[in-house]
């Protein structure tokens, strides 16, 4: 890549940011696009948030990922906020529009995207969602719209409860929250197509663990886990041996990635290419199924 007097930054900016596989896979797209664009990390501590945006509004950088811990505090930086992002109370990715920036969250459009480019139609399909948290909230917000029925369960009912109850505020529907146990899951997974865990149980160095006792999956369902670390955590590899269809969290993290992309360059993005470069950076970081 030639950087030159016209070359556009964006960038990523959280704490910590050094393994974040973001640069590795949007310095790859522009490559292949041949858009002079090239994509930096920024460690930006708490406290330092302000500065960062100024920093960012003043140099006239492109576009912003905005990971932990800011995705939340960053929306008052900003001059519009999309629905979205607003309602989810999260901003993850920002557009700079001569000097105006724009907030999105691109968390639930990637989940979904990911299971429809594996072959997964999420309308009029029933999904069990694991977790009330910050990915949770923007993986609900899109499947309200998408698909037949969402059941939210967490540790915390009170937090399921109060998602379900936002959700169909705002949107007229009448999505459930429910406790995450074991007699919770074992009645609801009777009944679901598509369960999705967006918690960080069986994330790295805890591979051994799942929040779904392997008996109760089924071949029925399609199962994707958000967690990337490891590639293929203990509840996808239970839900394979049960016959379920699988989709990872890397395919998460490609597509909202992807739709990051789009809204700087208007172009699509080479998702190919991304995901190349991605498992490979993950390899180079001892990350393996």
Request: one cysteine or more.
């Amino acid at each position: 890549m030639k950087i030159n007097g016209k070359t556009k930054v964006c960038a990523i900016i959280g704490d910590p940011v050094e393994h974040s596989l973001s640069p590795v896979m949007h310095n790859a797209a522009f490559k292949e696009l041949g858009l002079n664009i090239v994509y930096v990390a920024f460690p930006v501590k708490t406290g330092m948030l302000k500065d960062a945006i100024l920093g960012a509004r003043r140099l006239g950088l492109l576009g912003l990922n905005v990971t932990m811990p800011h995705k939340h505090a960053v929306i008052q930086y900003l001059d519009e906020t999309e629905s979205t992002a607003k309602a989810i109370g999260a901003v993850n990715t920002i557009l700079n529009e001569r000097g105006k920036l724009f907030g999105y969250n691109t968390d639930g459009k990637g989940a979904m995207i990911a299971l429809q480019e594996n072959h997964v139609d999420p309308e009029e399909k029933k999904m069990l969602l694991l977790g009330a948290g910050g990915a949770a909230k923007a993986i609900a917000f899109q499947a309200t719209q998408e698909t037949g029925e969402l059941v939210v369960l967490n540790r915390t009912e009170e937090r399921a409860k109060q998602l379900a109850e936002l959700l169909n505020k705002t949107f007229g529907t009448k999505v459930t929250g429910r406790t995450l146990s074991a007699e919770t899951l074992k009645e609801e997974l009777e009944t679901t197509d598509i369960l999705v865990n967006a918690t960080s149980v069986g994330m790295s160095p805890n591979v051994n663990t799942s929040p779904v006792p392997a008996d109760l999956l089924h071949s029925g369902l399609c199962v994707m886990d958000i967690v990337y670390n490891p590639l293929e955590t203990k509840l996808l590899k239970d839900a394979k041996i049960a016959g379920a269809k699988v989709v990872s969290g890397l395919e998460m993290l490609l597509y909202q990635g992807a739709v990051a992309f789009e809204i700087w360059t208007n172009c699509p993005a080479p998702v190919d290419v991304m995901k190349k470069v991605a498992l490979s950076k993950l390899a180079e970081q001892g990350v393996r199924p």
